[in-house]
């Protein structure tokens, strides 16, 4: 087959990919999940936290070339700097973009072009504030081949990515199987009308569940421009084919939004591999067009609440 | 209603909390957003130094009083907004009782196309390329993407690909591409096989689309509009790939003894896309108040009773898709052919997008509103690219769409020029009554 | 409901309409001085993903009319000129209306621009109807000298002669025998990449050709940087000795990292996108040395005049040249030689006649245009990167004998 050859070093490199559109995707999931809503400006939300981790690690590594433990202590700082940066934007979009709209019980197409609005402001804004050309991310940690697999080279930045979304994806599932704020996104996941009967406060269960994702996403954004750079347009190809991910996987569903992910970056490099770099795109809004017509609740089924 | 302080403890917590207070604050924070917005930039090796050049020097206070300023008219338009009303309606009685009449409505547009034949004749030859190259065309694509979202309430955030069908289709038949056509036409013949191309395109795009679910369809679309620039991209050998395609020739009209050919310059073109627009609007009203205005009036304010009344929705989506798509497809050979140049650059997701915030400003599902719109904020950054004013920078024009278009939906989501019937079915939606749009099978607010 | 749509409309539309009936009384007319003012524009992208590329080429182009008034370059001259700079955005569909702007500016009697390609396939006609001279200093779309434009020149070579001379290094140099090719799906590197393809193929050498979208980071490309890791394990799998890259500076070095980090071993050549200082910043000293970079310009860091120019631009712009900058100074003072040449009354056809027999010394090249607007003399030169720093290797001519 077309991809046989280089088979590992393809997956590899598509996992660790796809490890990063599962962080994003779980934004997108967890908002879906409570408002049956895209939160189109989730991409501006991975984009803010590129810029978080990259002004904090240029304030504290500056030109120097950390190693070993102080490697780890920067990349969580890293992380933590992206996380916040994007929870800040999350809600800050929430409140402005999403919340007067609720108020006003205003039609769905109201609540996407906001978003849409919302997403085009904010990353031209970091554009006109930031400068509009890349910045690369001092690097907290020497990148070189950690081990090979089957002849595919794993390299640290892999592993990086590896342990920290594990964690995260640890957290998350903690959180949302034993929190109070968890019980709250899924008894309004699953019936918003019920839930604040039974006195949830859904104004504030809908705003923290922004920030979750924004956790998420934001340092999702850090993670992929750890390697990338950091630049105001990083948000939208990745964000979209995030989103194609979630919907894989399931809209609404946790564990989806994880699965197709990986599924999602694996894919995308096979298919490259037997076609051209240049169609990698293509080949992504392939799957999710496919996916759509063919088993549009995605691989694990959907998990939506049903809000009338 | 403003709460009324009382004495206390909590009173100061009250007073936060009340409306007042609290639209004094977004007042004020929104005017230091704007500031920030026309202060100046920063750059990668100073990014605070946008934000330090914008609010640490007097002119932040400058935009502090404005936006009290702001805070005290709308909080007394409580008070005012009964004179205002009863003002407005003495002036606007008389023309009213006029426009009533229709011969008088005759004249008014008979007026207003001598006059659209008239002015252009006097601008210079810069002003008259931008009526027909940023302002005409997207006027075009405005009145075709208000069919989509205005009339059937969809989210197309791919439009530009039928723009772009129509432009290479243009260079297709004309025999610019790489392929070659059956046989070579004169691109002002071509002109109904674009508008046909994209139409065509626009019911291969939505037969197996229009299922889906609102947002859905919008990703699709927007995927479709990245999609298409890839394509045209990566196809060299079908579309003369990133390099483009030169030497589309000019319209030429040879009919018996009637002989024209339309050069280089803008204004002949003008005159063809005035045709063009005024059948366009033409077509769209009586399209409106037909019968599939109707039906697309139903799906929009309760599809599931639009589908239990019997209406095939699927079939009225695609429909709207389909005539939306037709201007794009003229606009897009217009262009092609009065440039002679198009590449895979010029069809973004950017401008789907920019269309989208035109039809939205002037008023989705009116006629007026999307020509008026588009006309609007296509013209001013021309303008303050001549007379710059107030801190705009042209790189930054999106961030001021993007902030317009939030404020829109906040405030004025039928736009600036509503139709009458969108208007009211926002209203009803917002109390619970339908839904305005196509977006969801099932109805219902949103959490 | 029928009275709000005539407030808002009144509202809205009286002023414009005050406004907008106001507005053809832009007058643009030359003020009344003892010395004629003529004014030299430059167009090219300003705003947006490629304005780094733009600004590199404007600020070069002020400082030659800034050197020229002063008297500095040409002397005394019998008139003062005037800049004006007019953004495109690098968009064909732009440019026909940034090009208007300066036609009916009745001061511009020439044109340092379109900056590129497929602006200047765009503009062209119309800056050819109204004989306004257009001397472009990095459009090199080879299909632009072909359509019959007399008043189009440019200072560089185009894409058909930097390919095949590159085909030609790596063969005889370099003596590959099989050639991994990559292109960025811009305008620029897929023509530059076909002539190296096909000159590589005609002398026997094995090419495998791939297009890589241009990543959103470095031009807003639809591309990101994840693409790379699977295309550097392919090309490392596929035992090539030398991969040849036809793009912009900041792919490049994207591509270079993931290229060294899979481990492969073989050569890295790029074109004249990638002269420039920020490759080796991006890229980092380890990675982007030995790196061959091709240019049809001559090394400007060595001749007198040369650093000069590298000063005084820095001191006007607050950033160093990059690439195109030399070419577009070199390209305003051939308009300014010209200029002088005819004398106080300068006209945009005087000055079309002119620049088509015009002989210039300049400081990237002898400025002469062949008949169809080309330059005369296509020398294409090779640079290395060397302990961090681009040194020139030599002309390909003498290189690949």
């Not at chain 2, 990668?44 to 130094?49: E, G, I, R």
């Not at chain 3, 049809?296 to 631009?313: I, V, Y």
Request: charged share 10%.
């Amino acid at each position: 087959m077309c991809f046989t050859q280089n088979f590992w070093n393809l997956f590899i490199s598509g996992i660790a990919n796809g490890l990063v559109y599962a962080l994003i995707a779980l934004g997108y999931t967890l908002v879906y999940g409570v408002l049956q809503l895209i939160n189109f400006a989730h991409s501006e939300v991975f984009m803010s936290g590129g810029f978080g981790g990259y002004f904090i690690l240029n304030a504290v590594i500056g030109s120097s070339q950390p190693s070993g433990l102080a490697s780890v202590g920067f990349v969580v700082l890293g992380i933590l700097g992206g996380a916040v940066a994007g929870g800040v934007v999350a809600f800050l979009l929430e409140r402005v973009a999403y919340r007067p709209l609720r108020r006003r019980n205003a039609p769905r197409l109201a609540f996407l072009i906001s978003a849409i609005g919302a997403s085009y402001f904010m990353y031209n804004l970091a554009g006109k504030e930031f400068g509009r050309d890349a910045v690369s991310i001092p690097s907290p940690f020497t990148n070189g081949t950690v081990f090979t697999v089957f002849g595919a080279q794993v390299q640290t930045y892999y592993i990086v990515i590896a342990v920290a979304t594990l964690v995260m994806l640890v957290l998350l599932d903690r959180v949302v199987a034993g929190t109070r704020l968890g019980k709250g996104i899924r008894a309004v996941a699953q019936d918003s009308q019920t839930a604040s009967l039974m006195g949830v406060n859904i104004d504030r269960v809908i705003s923290q569940t922004f920030v979750l994702g924004g956790l998420l996403g934001g340092a999702a954004g850090f993670l992929f421009g750890l390697n990338a750079g950091v630049v105001y347009t990083m948000g939208f190809t990745p964000s979209l084919k995030a989103f194609t991910a979630a919907v894989l996987g399931g809209i609404g569903n946790i564990r989806g939004a994880v699965l197709g992910g990986l599924v999602l970056g694996v894919a995308e490099n096979l298919g490259v591999a037997c076609t051209q770099s240049s169609w990698r795109d293509v080949i992504a809004f392939g799957i999710l067009v496919l996916v759509l017509l063919i088993r549009p609740t995605g691989i694990l089924g959907e998990r939506l609440g049903r809000s009338a | 209603m403003s709460a009324v302080p009382q004495q206390g403890p909590g009173s100061a917590a009250r007073l936060w909390r009340s409306t007042d207070a609290r639209r004094l604050f977004s007042c004020v924070v929104g005017a230091l957003v704007v500031a920030v917005i026309t202060g100046p930039s920063g750059s990668s090796s100073s990014p605070t130094s946008g934000f330090t050049g914008s609010l640490f020097r007097p002119r932040a206070l400058v935009f502090v009083a404005l936006g009290v300023a702001l805070w005290a008219v709308m909080t007394s338009r409580r008070r005012f907004g009964d004179l205002i009303r009863r003002a407005n309606d003495r002036v606007v009685a008389a023309p009213r009782q006029l426009l009533a009449n229709r011969w008088y409505r005759y004249v008014v547009y008979l007026a207003a196309f001598a006059f659209a034949i008239w002015y252009p004749t006097i601008l210079s030859g810069y002003w008259q390329e931008v009526l027909v190259d940023q302002i005409g065309v997207f006027v075009l694509l405005a009145l075709g993407l208000n069919v989509v979202v205005g009339y059937a309430g969809l989210l197309d955030l791919g439009y530009i690909a039928f723009y772009a069908i129509g432009a290479y289709s243009a260079a297709y038949w004309t025999g610019a591409l790489p392929i070659h056509p059956p046989m070579h036409l004169n691109p002002f013949w071509a002109i109904p096989f674009a508008v046909l191309a994209a139409m065509l395109a626009g019911v291969v795009l939505g037969a197996p689309t229009l299922r889906l679910r609102g947002d859905y369809l919008a990703i699709v679309t927007l995927g479709f509009g990245e999609i298409i620039q890839i394509v045209a991209t990566n196809l060299t050998g079908v579309t003369g790939g990133a390099q483009g395609v030169i030497g589309i020739p000019h319209f030429s009209l040879h009919a018996g003894s009637l002989k024209y050919v339309w050069h280089v310059k803008a204004l002949p073109y003008y005159y063809l896309l005035l045709v063009f627009v005024v059948i366009a609007l033409a077509a769209f009203r009586s399209l409106e108040r037909s019968r599939v205005g109707r039906c697309w009036a139903a799906i929009r304010e309760d599809e599931v009773a639009a589908e239990a009344s019997g209406i095939n929705v699927l079939k009225y989506k695609v429909m709207a898709f389909s005539i939306g798509a037709s201007t794009s497809g003229f606009a897009g050979i217009l262009t092609a052919s009065k440039i002679g140049f198009i590449e895979p650059g010029d069809f973004t997701v950017q401008l789907s997008i920019l269309i989208l915030v035109l039809v939205v400003f002037g008023g989705m599902g009116s006629l007026l509103g999307a020509v008026l719109g588009a006309a609007v904020l296509q013209w001013l950054p021309q303008l303050l690219r001549v007379h710059p004013l107030f801190g705009f920078q042209p790189p930054d024009l999106f961030i001021y769409l993007g902030a317009l278009l939030v404020v829109m939906m906040i405030f004025r989501p039928a736009g600036i020029v509503p139709s009458r019937r969108r208007r009211s079915e926002i209203g009803l939606a917002e109390h619970g009554v339908g839904t305005a749009d196509a977006m969801s099978a099932a109805g219902g607010p949103v959490a | 409901m029928h009275n709000k749509w005539f407030r808002f409309l009144l509202m809205l539309g009286t002023p414009f309409l005050a406004i907008a009936l106001v507005l053809p009384a832009t007058s643009t007319g030359a003020s009344a001085a003892s010395k004629p003012t003529y004014t030299i524009a430059y167009e090219g992208p300003l705003s947006g993903g490629n304005a780094q590329l733009g600004l590199n080429m404007e600020y070069a182009v002020e400082l030659a009319i800034n050197q020229a008034n002063a008297g500095k370059s040409f002397g005394t001259l019998p008139f003062q000129l005037k800049f004006v700079p007019e953004d495109d955005q690098g968009l064909a569909s732009v440019s026909p209306t940034a090009a208007q702007a300066l036609i009916t500016n009745p001061s511009v009697v020439a044109v340092v621009g379109p900056a590129f390609s497929g602006a200047t396939k765009a503009a062209e006609p119309a800056f050819n109807a109204a004989g306004l001279a257009t001397v472009s200093p990095s459009a090199t779309a080879p299909a632009l000298a072909t359509q019959g434009w007399n008043n189009f020149f440019r200072v560089v070579a185009d894409d058909n002669a930097q390919g095949p001379a590159d085909a030609l290094y790596v063969k005889k140099v370099l003596k590959a025998k099989k050639v991994y090719t990559l292109d960025d799906a811009s305008a620029y590197a897929s023509g530059l990449v076909s002539a190296f393809d096909a000159k590589a193929q005609s002398l026997g050498m094995k090419v495998k050709h791939q297009t890589v979208q241009g990543t959103t980071q470095c031009q807003e490309g639809t591309g990101d940087v994840s693409e790379y890791p699977p295309l550097a394990s392919e090309i490392k799998s596929s035992g090539d000795p030398v991969t040849f890259y036809a793009g912009y500076y900041c792919d490049f070095a994207l591509l270079a990292k993931a290229l060294r980090t899979q481990g492969y071993k073989g050569k890295l050549v790029s074109d004249d996108g990638s002269l420039d200082n920020h490759f080796i910043a991006e890229a980092g000293a380890r990675v982007a040395n030995s790196t061959l970079i091709s240019c049809a310009c001559a090394d400007e860091t060595k001749s007198a005049s040369a650093t000069s120019f590298a000063k005084q631009f820095k001191t006007l712009a607050h950033f160093s040249i990059g690439t195109y900058s030399a070419e577009a100074y070199d390209a305003t003072n051939t308009v300014i030689s010209v200029m002088k040449s005819i004398g106080a009354n300068v006209s945009r056809t005087a000055v079309v006649s002119g620049l088509r027999t015009v002989d210039y010394k300049g400081l990237t090249k002898t400025v002469k245009f062949q008949s169809n607007g080309d330059i005369s003399g296509t020398a294409v030169y090779i640079y290395q990167v060397k302990s961090g720093k681009i040194t020139v290797l030599g002309l390909v001519s003498k290189l690949a004998k």
